[in-house]
């Protein structure tokens, strides 16, 4: 039961777009389009950005957006804004266990 | 609306236990899993475990086997979380989460932070 495989920082300028990482295996994210995606800000509890893979629930803008290739699933946000500093997290469901990534810092620059 | 309310802070020796409690509220309780998961201070999520509120099944990561328990009372809509045999490494903010579709976790309580010190 291993922790999914995140960059710990990534930045970029307002209007740029960044990608995260997330690296599995074939027992979770090679295995299953469980994939979800958690912004979370300081002292906040987590919010669901992206849902199997590539879905994104009502609310969550249209910069937001996920993939997926063999063990490893994405997130771009297309974009940037200020309010868009925050961590992310990856979620990958692996059948007796839910995986997490470490996370990853986003800095708007 | 869909609520998850978290019980308050909760400060314990090594070797005790904790009991977090997790009231929903918006939805039929019986109706999605649940999950907890922690997060240490600085660092990143773990999930520790779920609980069918349909029929009181559990499944905890490996991690934690031996040492949490997840129950719950459909009477008032509440899930609970005992962490027993508590060392210092367990200080984290414990969060239950709401799993909508498949590990999906559409909403989550305010977190119960868990200190753990002698």
């Known amino acids: 039961q291993s922790a999914l495989t995140q960059p710990r920082s990534v930045s970029g300028s307002p209007g740029q777009s960044v990608t995260i990482s997330c690296t599995g295996t074939?027992?979770?994210?090679?295995?299953?389009?469980?994939v979800s995606w958690y912004q979370q800000h300081p002292g906040k509890a987590p919010k669901l950005m992206i849902f199997?893979?590539?879905k994104r629930p009502s609310g969550v803008p249209d910069r937001f957006s996920g993939s997926k290739s063999g063990n490893t699933a994405s997130l771009t946000i297309s974009g940037l804004q200020t309010e868009d500093e925050a961590d992310y997290y990856c979620c990958s469901y692996a059948a007796i266990y839910t995986a997490f990534g470490g996370g990853t810092k986003v800095t708007v620059l | 609306q869909v609520q998850l309310v978290q019980s308050g802070a909760e400060v314990k020796k090594p070797g005790a236990s904790v009991k977090v409690s997790c009231k929903a509220s918006g939805y039929t309780f019986t109706g999605n899993y649940l999950h907890w998961m922690r997060q240490a201070p600085g660092q990143g999520l773990e999930w520790v475990g779920w609980?069918?509120?349909?029929?009181?099944?559990?499944d905890y990561a490996q991690k934690f086997q031996g040492r949490v328990t997840m129950t719950m009372d459909t009477s008032i809509s509440t899930a609970y979380m005992e962490l027993t045999s508590l060392r210092s490494d367990d200080t984290a903010v414990y969060y239950c989460a709401r799993d909508w579709n498949g590990n999906t976790f559409d909403y989550w309580g305010q977190g119960t932070l868990a200190t753990v010190s002698s």
């Open positions: 074939s027992s979770d994210v090679g295995a299953y389009n469980y």
């Open positions: 199997d893979v590539s």
């Open positions: 609980i069918n509120p349909n029929n009181g099944g559990t």
